[in-house]
């Protein structure tokens, strides 16, 4: 998810707000869970060659996965050689996904997933371990919109989801990926942070609030988790083309030209971009990279 702030006129400053994981900024947006798929291909039947592609042998753990960043995510992820094991609440959609991935020749299972629930996501995380017997990344991608608005018409309800979702799921996946890590010996965790982190957030103050909460705990936990073999960075996207995105400009017609006027490289992310730079962190690639939040923004928060 991502948030782009353009400038427009003199001096004027038009919060335009990207939620990159993609889809309406609904009820539905707000957790993720999935049923579990059990045709064509599964984990029990192969898994990422060693050495092939990018993340070749890894299995990796990815929620939010049903669309924008999370599903290219995915559909990326198997296509460099990870087993994947996805998560989401849009179940018809994660298991389409799946289904795809496994067409292509890729390993891809889904499992349930309530990120407003402790309990769910330790299960989830468990499933992995069910599935392949062990850990090697993990993109913690789920997250919630807050209705737009200041600081002081921001409901306590808003603010207990933005916690919930966006800061206490990800300590939460954090710990149960880890616990599952330590079994291969190490392993690696990108968080989905925002531009919206890095700078006051007026439009979006709780979501603001708890994705720069989460960078700390990214940093943290890097610090904590290195002598561990444990590897923790975050991503921070900008503005992201998602069906949101299209959705919104047709009901607004100029959003994307202002978006798009905000970013120094003239125009907005590709989900799959934003997605490249995840895998690249989970790589061994980036295998002396920990406590960073790399911004994937196209310039428009230097």
């Known amino acids: 998810m991502g948030q782009v702030c353009a400038r427009r006129g003199a001096g004027a400053w038009y919060s335009l707000c990207l939620y990159a994981v993609g889809g309406r900024p609904d009820a539905g947006a707000m957790t993720s869970d999935s049923n579990d798929t059990n045709n064509a ?3 029990s039947d192969a898994t990422g060659d060693a050495g092939v592609g990018l993340l070749g042998g890894k299995v990796v753990f990815i929620t939010g996965a049903s669309r924008g960043i999370g599903e290219a995510a995915a559909r990326l992820f ?11 609440r ?3 959609a994660l298991d389409r996904v799946v289904r795809e991935i496994r067409a292509d020749g890729g390993v891809a299972d889904a499992v349930a997933l309530d990120l407003a629930d402790p309990a769910s996501i330790r299960a989830a995380v468990g499933r992995v371990g069910e599935l392949h017997g062990r850990l090697d990344g993990a993109f913690n991608n789920g997250a919630a919109v807050q ?3 200041p600081v002081g018409s921001t409901s306590d309800e808003d603010i207990d989801r933005q916690f919930t979702v966006n800061f206490r799921a990800h300590w939460t996946a954090m710990n149960a990926e880890v616990a599952l890590m330590r079994r291969g010996g190490g392993g690696a965790i990108v968080n989905t942070s925002s531009i919206g982190s890095r700078r006051a957030n007026p439009a979006l103050p709780a979501y603001g609030a708890m994705k720069r909460a989460l960078n700390s705990l990214t940093e943290t936990a890097a610090v904590d988790l290195g002598p561990a073999g444990v590897r923790v960075n975050g991503i921070a996207p900008g503005g992201t083309a998602t069906r949101m995105i299209d959705e919104w400009e047709a009901a607004t017609p100029g959003i994307v030209e ?3 006027a905000s970013v120094p490289l003239g125009r907005m992310a590709a989900p799959r971009e934003v997605a490249e730079a995840a895998a690249w962190l989970l790589s061994d ?5 920990t406590g960073a939040i790399l911004p994937v923004d196209g310039g428009a928060g230097a």
Do not use: C, F
């Open 41 to 43: 291909k599964t984990s």
């Open 78 to 88: 198997a296509a460099e050689g990870a087993s994947v094991v996805l998560a989401a």
């Open 90 to 92: 849009s179940t018809d």
């Open 147 to 149: 209705q737009p608005g």
């Open 258 to 260: 202002g978006i798009t």
């Open 285 to 289: 690639r980036a295998s002396y990279v």
